[in-house]
């Protein structure tokens, strides 16, 4: 199976990268950044599957991110990362600017039933984006 | 652990510091409404009842001087009028004597036999003429008609005959004489014609006929009215005084015309009206004594204002007890209003308290969830590099339990922490249909065990009429078991516990909990649905469990109330909407 290209977005450097080595062990092509700066950067330079986002981002918090991102790729699919749940996560669900939502500390099962569920939205994006112009090409 | 004690002891004196005051403010604020109530009452019942106090006072002061002056009105008039026929029945007597004096001669007088003739003739006309005599110019005898012919006397000493001698006629006090019957005289002088001297002619009355005037006067039972010559030898037959002739010790006559009436206290007579009047040409004057037990005739005669006079009671009875359940009324409608404030006050404060403890055990949880996060990922990440290279390392054998136990330790960790965010902001809403009976059964399925165990007997009573509601079915059951788990450790064993569930009155459900365990203490009572607030022996409680309900179902739009009877049980009661409208706690 084609695993997806995760990109972590965390200010806890530490917790990010040790979260992309374990999905990369599991054959994800995860990276990770630590500012979301950073995080629309690597966006516009590449495009992305699917994006964990940690909802308290020093700077901008991630739902802004989320905003960000998805004017630049509407395809994104984002997950949010975040210590609590709250009315607001569900209504982002609800509005569509993230798919789902997990909370620390993550249990990596949980996750990557999440980015792989992302991943589906995401390729169903792709699909609906290019219409009847044939499947987007992945590397 | 030492520290925890200290915290504990010191929210313990904290308490009692907090309490005492209120406890103290209490006792302030009952004395103030009984004061309060005290001045509401005697205002409001000196505005009223005052003026009505004045003008029945003003009435009855006036009404009784117009009695009073129409009594002594009344009865002025009754003695001139006895009076004034006593003085026209005497004239006419005296002018009657004169009369047959004058038209008859000395000589025809004095012989018995014409005097005779002449008596017969008056006592026809005057059935109280007694007899008839003459007396010479020394008092004697001449002649005499009557039926006491054998009896004869000199009159020369007597007083009537000296005033007859000298004023010409002269009317006697009442007297006995020698034939012992009460009678009075009138004697008349006529000169002997023709030559010097004079010649007397007297006749004596009974005294009924004066008797008769005196009774004219209206009297009770009580009052007096007689004639007495002088000062006090009584003419007529006294009702309280004694008989005629008997003497009687009266306050000074008026010797003026006219009837004069005094007030008077006297020893003899006592407290009274003493009317007296001259009757003129006589020796006597008529009295009159209005005791003032007729002054009570007045209270007879007011019969009908005494029936006003009861109403008026009766009325004032009834203002003074409208007043006071008045007054009743508008104290307990401050004391109301007021206790509802200070209870809105004392809401609104718990609930602030419960925001900012909420947000400051928010903001602890955060901090703690970040470095849990990372330990949990390099455990994690520990076990998968084992897992990749199975064969890397001997001692894999000894590491991943240890590594699973890390990871187990942060899973609990988790808990804590989520259980700390959820208490001011939940983490996973769902709202959908769920039957409350249901969730309770699937609760008490959780705790049958130690039902069980502990001969708990659980009595449930559980209404299948109610309609289904729009709720969170996994928090609703975090609620009921943290509930039902409080009740259970409130029983001793063998104890018993109620689940209940009916449709509430304004539409929406109601759940009972409630268990025969022992009860809760009003200043423990306060702060039950207080964070981190427990009694339960340390380890045993987090203190979260209610407060957690608390916030949880104030989320849903219920309501949570507990009452608690000490050594009785507590019972708790929560109202939930058919539909929950979820909010925002402590954000």
């Known amino acids: 199976m084609n695993r997806a290209k995760v990109l972590l977005v965390d200010d806890e450097a530490e917790l990010a990268q040790t979260l992309v080595r374990r999905l990369n062990i599991r054959h994800y092509r995860a ?33 802004d991110l989320a905003r960000a991102v998805r004017q630049v790729d509407s395809t994104v699919a ?42 589906n939205e995401h390729d169903a994006r792709c699909v609906r984006r290019d219409g009847g112009r044939g499947k987007h090409g992945q590397a | 652990m030492p520290e925890e004690q200290t915290t504990e002891t010191r929210l313990g004196s904290a308490k009692e510091m907090l309490l005492s005051p209120i406890r103290t403010a209490t006792a302030i604020r009952n004395d103030r409404y009984k004061s309060l109530k005290v001045r509401i009452f005697f205002t409001v019942g000196t505005l009223a009842g005052v003026p009505l106090l004045i003008v029945t006072a003003v009435c009855f002061f006036w009404l009784h001087a117009v009695l009073v002056e129409d009594f002594s009105r009344h ?7 006895a009076q004034e026929g006593l003085e026209f029945f005497l004239q006419g007597r005296v002018s009657s004597t004169r009369y047959f004096a004058s038209v008859n ?63 010409g006629v002269a009317i006697s006090q009442v007297f006995p004489g020698d034939r012992n019957l009460l009678h009075y005289i009138i004697a008349v002088r006529q000169e002997m014609p023709g030559r010097e001297g004079f010649w007397i002619l007297r006749a004596s009355f009974d005294i009924e006929t004066l008797t008769r005037f005196v009774a004219e006067i209206e009297l009770s039972e009580r009052d007096d009215a007689f004639l007495v010559a002088g000062n006090d030898m009584l003419q007529t037959t006294s009702r309280l005084h004694g008989a005629a002739l008997e003497r009687i010790s009266l306050p000074v006559l008026s010797q003026q015309k006219g009837v004069s009436l005094a007030n008077i206290d006297d020893e003899v007579i006592g407290k009274g009206t003493f009317g007296s009047v001259k009757v003129q040409g006589s020796p006597w004057t008529l009295v009159a004594i209005i005791k003032p037990a007729t002054l009570a005739r007045i209270a007879t005669m007011l019969k009908r204002e005494i029936l006003a006079v009861y109403l008026i009671i009766v009325f004032v009875g009834i203002g003074v007890l409208m007043n006071y359940r008045t007054t009743q009324r508008i104290v307990n409608r401050i004391r109301e209003t007021e206790k509802a404030r200070e209870e809105a006050i004392a809401h609104s404060e718990h609930s602030a308290k419960l925001a900012s403890i909420g947000r400051l055990a928010t903001g602890v949880a955060h901090e703690i969830n970040n470095p849990l996060a990372i330990i949990n990922e390099k455990a994690g990440l520990i076990k998968d590099l084992f897992e990749m290279h199975p064969e890397s390392s001997g001692c894999q054998k000894e590491f991943l339990p240890l590594v699973q136990a890390i990871s187990d330790s942060v899973s609990r960790c988790r808990t804590i922490t989520h259980r700390l965010l959820g208490f001011a902001r939940r983490m996973e809403i769902s709202i959908e249909q769920i039957n409350v009976n249901e969730v309770l059964r699937e609760v008490v399925g959780f705790l049958e065990r130690e039902l069980v165990v502990r001969n708990i007997r659980l009595e449930l009573n559980l209404d299948d009429q109610i309609p289904h509601s729009e709720s969170d079915r996994g928090l609703l059951q975090q609620v009921f078991l943290n509930i ?5 450790d409130a029983v001793k064993d063998g104890g018993e516990i109620g689940i209940s569930t009916m449709t509430a009155a304004g539409g929406g459900l109601k759940i009972v909990i409630r268990d025969d365990g022992a009860g ?42 507990v009452d608690s009877v000490l050594h009785r049980g507590t019972a708790f009661t929560i109202t939930l909407p058919l539909k929950s409208d979820v909010r925002e706690i402590g954000a």
Request: aromatic share 8%; proline share 4%.
């Open chain 2, 520 to 561: 809760i203490p009003k200043d423990v009572l306060k702060h039950i649905f207080e964070p981190f607030f427990t009694t339960k022996e340390k380890g045993r409680g987090t203190g979260l469990g209610l407060s957690l309900s608390y916030g949880i179902i104030k989320r849903l739009g219920g309501t949570i109330e």
């Open chain 2, 484 to 488: 039902a788990n409080n009740a259970i």
């Open chain 1, 31 to 63: 990276k990770s950044v630590y500012s979301a700066p950073e995080a629309l950067e690597a966006v516009s330079r590449e495009a992305q599957e699917v994006m964990v986002i940690d909802l308290h981002l020093p700077g901008m918090p991630g739902n």
């Open chain 2, 105 to 167: 001669s000395y000589e025809a007088l004095s012989k018995e036999r014409s005097l005779r003739a002449i008596f017969q003739k008056r006592k026809q006309e005057y059935p109280e003429l007694i007899d008839l005599e003459v007396l010479n110019s020394g008092g004697k005898r001449v002649s005499y008609a009557g039926p006491y012919a054998d009896k004869s006397s000199n009159y020369a000493q007597h007083d009537w005959f000296i005033r007859a001698k000298v004023h």
């Open chain 2, 75 to 81: 009865l002025r008039w009754q003695m001139e009028h």
């Open chain 1, 78 to 119: 984002i997950i949010m990362l975040s210590g609590q749940g709250s009315m607001q996560t569900e209504n982002w669900i609800h509005d569509g600017l993230i798919v789902d939502f997990v909370m620390k500390p993550v249990e990596i099962q949980e996750l990557t039933k999440k980015i792989d569920r992302a991943k």
